[in-house]
């Protein structure tokens, strides 16, 4: 397994804006360029829900709740997977996990706060 380190959650007001970043240490470079990398998120008295994937050849899909707003984008040669969100909404309020899947076999990050509020 690879361990995953997320970054860059906090507070921001509706119509604001936040960058996650998640960087797979322990994992060599052609290790890593093979996993399909995916950013969860879990609100508070709900299920954890997919919201956006990236694959080894950056085809990005996204969930409809987060399309248009959210991007997802990896750099192989840092390791790391970014989400981009803008346009916030008090509902995007929630724990934001990282998640790396490499033949069904899945890690995740200890996740990071995202709080939108007036």
């Known amino acids: 397994q690879v361990q995953l380190d997320e970054s860059g959650g906090g507070s921001v007001q509706p119509g604001g804006s936040l960058r996650l970043r998640c960087r797979a240490s322990?994992?060599?470079?052609?290790?890593?360029?093979?996993?399909?990398m995916a950013w969860y998120r879990q609100a508070p008295g709900k299920q954890r829900e997919l919201i956006a994937s990236i694959n080894s050849d950056g085809t990005a899909n996204y969930d409809d709740s987060v399309k248009g707003r959210f991007t997802i984008s990896r750099d192989n040669s840092q390791k790391t997977v970014t989400l981009r969100m803008s346009s916030l909404k008090p509902e995007d309020t929630a724990i934001y996990y990282c998640?790396?899947?490499?033949?069904?076999?899945?890690?995740w990050g200890r996740g990071t706060q995202v709080t939108v509020s007036s």
């Open positions: 998640n790396a899947n490499q033949n069904g076999q899945h890690s």
């Open positions: 322990r994992s060599i470079f052609s290790v890593f360029i093979g996993y399909t």
